[in-house]
């Protein structure tokens, strides 16, 4: 416990960081709020007052001073886009970007790490093969392609999944919000006709996630299984006579287990990435569209709440990462 | 005495990039129930292999071309994987150099002793932890109720050997095979260790191939000595025996090499000359020809195994001691 606590303490001065910058690239970003917001009619006079109005004409370091004063408040400020409470848009569009990337992680999780081990247990086999070939393609499609094409196959064409259309089609209401997560909501709810629209929806976004997420995964659960299915208590095992199974899953696969859990949270991090225009492509309300839309806009509120969310999000993950390892590896916990 | 292992024209080659290396020429020995056999030779000349091989442990490169290697009525050579595991670890059991790194990193000691003990019947889920602990006072381990909670960057690297005979012992083995199980550890524990493995194996009547680079330690272990030199078995004698007349040119090299006292060394490599490359067909016939000072035209044609006297096995032509 003091560990966790003393691993949030030091990632402190990051977050800091961020918030410095994150402002200071939102103000030295190109286009002007104020003129955007005018419109492209306004008179000079009509800019200068909106500028006043949202505070853009004070000095750089009280409008700092301003931003920082009402984040301690947990005040993330007003989208001027949308006129609605940035935290308040990130806290029902977060569980979407989550919901999504989640599915997706595990998805991802659960056909690339049976497929490694198999690939480094049948080195050069049918199944070797079929793994490098996956990888290959998994990294050289891009998100946006394949997502598209998953649409065009599987909505377009054979009519097997509904339309790309968001987290529920326009006849479905949404859960009452406990976890924020559909898939869970619906099932708390005792909804289960909503939870089938819901999985139905999120099927192909996941799908086209996992895509991108399998090739990594796969790829250092193989390379770590080799090496440990070469090391020196591997062979001590199979001269104890244990069996195939425990050989492989036991003492190889827990042991293989360390580098890919950090790969994992390379991945996850990435998928927050990628996140952003799959969301676009399947019209998901996460926070990714979410912040592409206020870029575009100069809407500088969501834009930091965003990469301010982002950011502890990181810190979170690395910690949860961290956390993972010393449950895995004695030596961890001894080490720290 | 019956044998406990008898190893007859094994032979392993390993397919690499650069060509088969023919790493062991129909090596033969025989191990006595309840003895300890010593295997020597410089680093290289095939002892692991020998031993993996045996064991059914080479890797994927390594093939078994020619031989068997009867464990009572079994050879191991022709024993399909199932039917093997089931052997290893129950009637015949092997340790290691670096018992350390042999030993799984991050699994407690404890379990690992019980997960041998539960796969050959010498435990269940209800007793593996009380025999892991019995185990554990069985090598001398202090306090092993603690111990078994264990994981082996916590102990010492004796300790780990400890923790190794243990595994090696869970289903009471008829045959140890001890790699350089002293290699790396200090001169203490290298003897409490091997008083440790020779008071297992007495108390069992297990037989022990002890695999060494240290003909001192050989000579101080073991009852009998096979001499190995680049994939050959060259001389196989009763200690006594080969230290007061080897027959053949290399043994008699290695025990030159060797300081009289019980000593320390670890290299041996003041045997002039180096191994040969065991690569492609053009090995001579006896793989100690170009290091030899007896050497003579018959001898690049066969080798020439046979026993000299009772108990006495070379592969030479013209051995030491006998009018040439
Ligand atoms: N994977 C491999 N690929 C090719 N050749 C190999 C391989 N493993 C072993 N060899 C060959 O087998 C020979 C014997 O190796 P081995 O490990 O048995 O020697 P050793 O007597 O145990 O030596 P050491 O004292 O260093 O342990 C080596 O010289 C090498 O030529
Ligand atoms: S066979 Fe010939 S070359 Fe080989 S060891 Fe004997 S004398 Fe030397
Ligand atoms: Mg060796």
Known sequence: MRQ?????????????????????????????????????????????????????????????????????????????????????EIATRLPASAELTLCALVLAIAIAMPLGVLAAVRQGSLIDHACRVLTTAGVSLPVFFTG???????????????????????????????????????????????????????????????????????????????????????????????????????????NALLPVVTVLGMVFSFLLGANVLVEKVFAWPGIGSYAVEALIASDFAPVQGFVLTMAVLYVLLNLGIDLLNRAIDPRARHGA | MSDALSVQDLSVAFHTRAGVVHALDRVSFT???????????????????????????LEAAGQVTSGRALLGETDLL????????????????????????????????????????????????FN???????????????????????????????????????????????????????????????????????????QTGMATILITHDLALAAERARRIAVMHAGHVVEVAETATL?????????????????????????????????????????????????CDRRQADCGETLHPHEAEPGHSIACHHPLGVAA
């Not at chain 1, 955007?36 to 009280?62: N, V």
């Not at chain 1, 796969?218 to 062979?235: K, N, P, Q, W």
């Open chain 1, 4 to 88: 966790v606590l003393l691993r949030l303490a030091a990632a402190l001065p990051t977050l800091c960081g961020v918030v410095v910058v994150t402002f200071l690239l939102t103000r030295v970003l190109p286009g002007d709020t104020a003129t955007y917001f005018a419109g492209p009619t306004a008179s000079a006079e009509a800019i200068e007052q909106i500028r006043r109005e949202l505070g853009l004409d004070l000095p750089l370091p009280e409008q700092f001073w301003r931003y920082v004063v009402a984040l301690t408040k947990g005040d993330l400020g007003m989208s001027l886009t949308t006129g609605q409470p940035v935290r308040a």
């Open chain 1, 148 to 254: 598209l094409l998953l649409v065009y196959v599987f909505y377009f064409v054979l009519g097997w999944m509904p339309a790309p259309l968001g987290r529920l089609d326009a006849f479905a209401t949404a859960p009452p919000q406990v976890s924020g997560f559909y898939l869970i909501d619906t099932l708390l709810a005792g909804d289960t006709g909503t939870f089938r629209a819901a999985a139905a929806q999120i099927v192909l976004p996941a799908t086209t996630l996992a895509l991108f997420a399998l090739a990594p995964i796969a790829r250092i659960t193989r390379a770590s299984m080799l090496a440990v299915l070469g090391s020196e208590f591997i062979r001590t095992a199979r001269a104890s006579g244990l069996s195939g199974p425990t050989v492989v899953i036991t003492y190889a696969l827990r």
């Open chain 2, 31 to 57: 191990v006595g129930a309840g003895e300890t056999l010593a295997l020597v030779g410089e680093s290289g000349s095939g002892k692991s292999v020998t031993a993996y091989a045996i064991m059914g442990l």
């Open chain 2, 78 to 125: 022709a024993a399909s994987p199932a039917s093997l595991a089931r052997i290893r670890g129950k009637r015949v059991a092997m340790i290691f150099q670096n018992p350390r790194t042999a030993l799984n990193p991050i699994r407690p000691v404890g379990t690992q002793i019980a997960d041998v003990m539960r796969r050959h019947g010498g435990a269940t889920w």
């Open chain 2, 128 to 202: 593996a932890r009380a025999r892991a602990i019995e185990a554990l006072r069985a090598v001398g381990i202090p306090d092993p109720a603690r111990r078994t909670r264990a994981y082996p960057f916590e102990l010492s690297g004796g300790m780990c050997q400890r923790v190794m005979i243990a595994i090696a012992m869970a289903a009471r083995p008829d045959l140890l095979i001890a790699d350089e199980p002293t290699t790396g550890l200090d001169v203490t524990t290298q003897a409490v260790v091997m008083d440790l493995i020779a008071e297992m194996a007495a």
């Open chain 2, 243 to 291: 230290l007061a007349r080897p027959m053949h040119p290399y043994s008699a090299r290695l025990i030159a090499a060797t300081p009289t006292a019980a000593g320390t060394l670890e290299e041996l490599q003041s045997v002039p000359g180096a191994l040969p490359d065991l690569r492609g067909a053009a090995i001579p016939a006896c793989r100690y020809a170009a290091r």
